[in-house]
């Protein structure tokens, strides 16, 4: 067993819940330092991470990004340290897998729309013509098979869905149980077959804009699409488009265009430069999936588990191909 310095700097903006059950779970030979420099550091734990860190620490083996998704900053950095191993974490799998049903759910059911009608004491919506589809018996389309891709798939499963998944490195007639796998040269197919479209990828140069103006033009007019991977993976002004006019039935987006860059913004800042607030179709998640009221202790017993397994000098898991980005 080898002992390792793990380094949490000020710059990560670690929650205190997470260092606290990040203290309580550490395995034996492993010492945690948090907010001072730590020269003997041999792992870093911080998301965007600077070359000055990595030149603080000449110890250094490997950089561990404490949540899902690697920004691009990162693979710069790192690029330019190849010695180096990078991580992520995937502690965040369940929630997001959980929140994207939802947001199927709600666009699919109209939810949200006769959920303001009926707190005006309105009722139109019961003796409407039924508009919401049954999700049961059909095909739902989910782009990336990782961690919160196959939880999505077997929650939709579970729906009696008909389930296809575009994975990298699959290849026609891929199966993983009830399954159907495909690989990304099988996209354009796929997307005129798909009922709902739900998007569980990283955003690298491969994904920006995998759903332009082209490929939503493939889908049906009543299909639906969420997105908890990354908001530039699909065209902003295409899917707006294809809402607005109808070409598209609704959509439940957890993740988007623009943030506010400060505190101070968190009160006044849209989500895009497209109104999609004005659209009805459209249900608004603020990049909330992976936040419950458990997520930090679960992200501290993930970076416990990849801690145990450096320590002990066993393969690391969740290393992330820098080349791919993810």
């Known amino acids: 067993m080898q002992p390792l310095v793990v380094w949490i700097p000020p710059e990560a903006q670690a929650e205190h ?6 203290r309580v779970r550490l395995p ?32 250094l083996e490997r950089v561990i990004v404490p949540y899902a998704g690697v920004p691009r900053r990162t693979l710069e950095v790192l690029a330019a340290r190849p ?14 897998a959980e929140l994207a049903v939802g947001l ?40 990336g098979y990782g961690a ?11 729906l009696a869905m008909r389930v296809s998944a575009v994975r ?42 995998l759903l332009d103006a082209r490929r939503l033009a493939l889908l049906r007019p009543g299909a639906h699409l969420v997105n908890v991977g990354r908001g530039r993976i699909v065209n902003e002004f295409a899917l707006y ?42 249900v608004l998640s603020p990049h909330r999936a992976g936040r419950t009221v458990d997520s930090e202790e679960m992200r501290a017993a993930a970076l416990a588990r990849l801690l145990r397994a450096a320590v002990e000098g066993q393969p690391v898991p969740q290393r992330v191909d820098l080349a791919r980005g993810y």
């Open 17 to 22: 819940a997470f260092v606290e059950a990040l």
């Open 28 to 59: 034996a030979g492993v010492g945690l330092e948090v907010g001072a420099r730590a020269p003997e550091t041999q792992v870093l734990v911080c998301g965007v991470p600077t070359t000055s860190m990595l030149a603080a620490c000449p110890r």
């Open 83 to 96: 010695e180096l191993a990078l991580h992520n974490l995937h502690h965040n799998a369940p929630a997001a």
């Open 104 to 143: 199927l759910l709600a666009s699919v059911k109209g939810i949200v729309p006769h959920d303001r009608e009926l707190r005006a004491g309105v009722w139109h919506g019961r003796h409407a013509q039924a508009r919401a589809p049954t999700l049961a018996g059909r095909h739902a389309l989910v782009l």
């Open 148 to 158: 919160i891709g196959q939880r999505v798939a077997r929650a939709l499963l579970g």
């Open 168 to 209: 990298r490195g699959a290849a026609d007639g891929d199966r993983h149980g009830m399954v159907a796998l495909a690989p990304p040269s099988a996209l354009d197919a796929l997307l005129p077959e798909a009922d709902a479209v739900l998007v569980c990828l990283p955003l690298t140069s491969e994904t920006e804009d």
């Open 241 to 282: 488009g294809a809402l607005a006019e109808g070409r598209m039935a609704g959509a439940g987006l957890d993740v988007w265009y623009r943030y506010p860059a400060k505190e101070s913004e968190r009160g006044a800042t849209l989500p895009a430069s497209m109104p999609f607030h004005e659209l009805e179709n459209v």
